[in-house]
């Protein structure tokens, strides 16, 4: 559907990145591979923990949309101007088919980062439960 919308625009060139995740010369601010690496691992951590404690079964209910909501905008605003924001290999992997390339060979890291953050935001999500005596 994107794409279609996109293509709307005359001149439009999906080779010129179509919002594709990048480091290095393909980061919109241009970081570095570490800076990204690092953004991605971050941000997908912290909109885990959100999502576990906005849903834990002692989270007040029916605000969890609002906090993830809330978390899932900050992260937009804090990591777009450095890797075009992941957090979410789909998202990733979808714009890198069509734009094909770079984005297909920076992929990688675009899957990585968000596995492990998701993976260290599960370990420190049950380390506090489990300090949790309440």
Do not use: C
Request: glycine residues 12%; negative net charge; hydrophobic residues 55%.
């Amino acid at each position: 559907m994107l794409y279609i919308i996109a293509t709307g625009q005359a001149g439009f060139d999906v080779t010129a990145g179509f919002a594709s995740n990048g480091y290095g010369e393909h980061s919109p601010g241009g970081y570095t591979l570490v800076a990204a690496l690092v953004t991605e691992i971050v941000m997908t951590f912290m909109f885990l923990i959100i999502i576990l404690g906005a849903t834990d079964k002692r989270a007040p209910q029916g605000f969890a949309p609002i906090a993830i909501g809330l978390a899932l905008t900050l992260i937009h605003l804090i990591s777009i101007p450095i890797t075009n924001t992941s957090v979410n290999p789909a998202r990733s992997t979808g714009v890198a088919l069509f734009q094909g390339g770079w984005a297909v060979s920076q992929l990688w890291l675009f899957w990585v980062a968000p596995i492990v953050g998701a993976i260290l935001a599960g370990v420190v999500y049950r380390w506090f439960e489990a300090g949790d005596n309440s």
